[in-house]
């Protein structure tokens, strides 16, 4: 059975603390990714990666890095948060080739930032 | 215009009701059309995937892809109160298909009345 996990459910941070959101996949999926889902305006891409150590910008970048040392594991960033990054995360990954579009996804984090 | 367009309801029917989920979207390259479903406090998850114009069924799950009027829609036969949820269309957005993320729609939330 596919497994996304995400480290954490539920977290509150305050402004200007350094955010760590992980994400571990057990599929040895080459692509991964983070979103960020808002009321009203669903979910949207923040950064993606195709390989270990490659990185590509998504549509809303700005507040945010990645890290992907190793295949299995891509972290999501907040160099300093701020109220407005208080969101849902998800995380997914798929395969590369043929079926790439099939994404699986984690439970998501839900982050307050006070 | 956004790329995708979906109505994110409230849409209410009672139990056995057909229910007909849609969205429209902008982009012609768009290649590959999917339908998730995301229950409260979970990440979303695959329910349909679909290529070329026309039906793929699934048990009580239709999706439908109209590429020439861009507009995708998703049946569901004898629905379930178990079936309320929020559903989330999604297109591939890239030249290496899903490996570039997904552009999602806002997605409707169904609920199936007992």
């Known amino acids: 059975d596919v497994k996304v996990t995400q480290s954490s459910r539920y977290l509150v941070k305050r402004t200007g603390e350094k955010v760590f959101l992980e994400c571990v996949q057990d599929?040895?999926?080459?692509?991964m990714f983070w979103y960020r889902q808002d009321p009203g305006l669903g979910l949207r891409l923040i950064y993606f990666s195709y390989d270990v150590k490659m990185k590509e910008k998504g549509d809303i970048p700005e507040g945010y890095s990645v890290s992907r040392e190793k295949k299995e594991r891509f972290s999501l960033i907040l160099e300093s948060a701020s109220t407005n990054q208080t969101s849902m995360y998800l995380c997914?990954?798929?395969?590369?080739?043929?079926?790439?579009?099939?994404?699986?996804f984690g439970p998501g984090t839900r982050l307050t930032v006070l | 215009q956004k790329e995708v367009e979906q109505d994110p309801g409230p849409l209410s029917v009672p139990e056995g009701a057909i229910v007909s989920l849609n969205c429209t979207y902008s982009?012609?390259?768009?290649?590959?059309f999917m339908w998730y479903r995301q229950y409260s406090r979970k990440g979303p998850e695959l329910l349909m995937y679909t290529y070329s114009s026309g039906n793929k069924e699934d048990g009580r799950f239709t999706a439908q892809v109209d590429k020439s009027s861009k507009y995708i829609s998703l049946f569901i036969r004898d629905s379930q109160p178990s079936d309320s949820a929020t559903y989330l269309c999604a297109m591939t957005r890239g030249a290496r298909g899903g490996a570039d993320g997904l552009t999602f729609g806002k997605g409707t939330h169904l609920i199936i009345q007992p």
């Open positions: 982009n012609s390259a768009f290649q590959y």
């Open positions: 599929m040895d999926h080459e692509n």
């Open positions: 997914a990954s798929s395969r590369q080739g043929a079926g790439t579009d099939t994404q699986y």
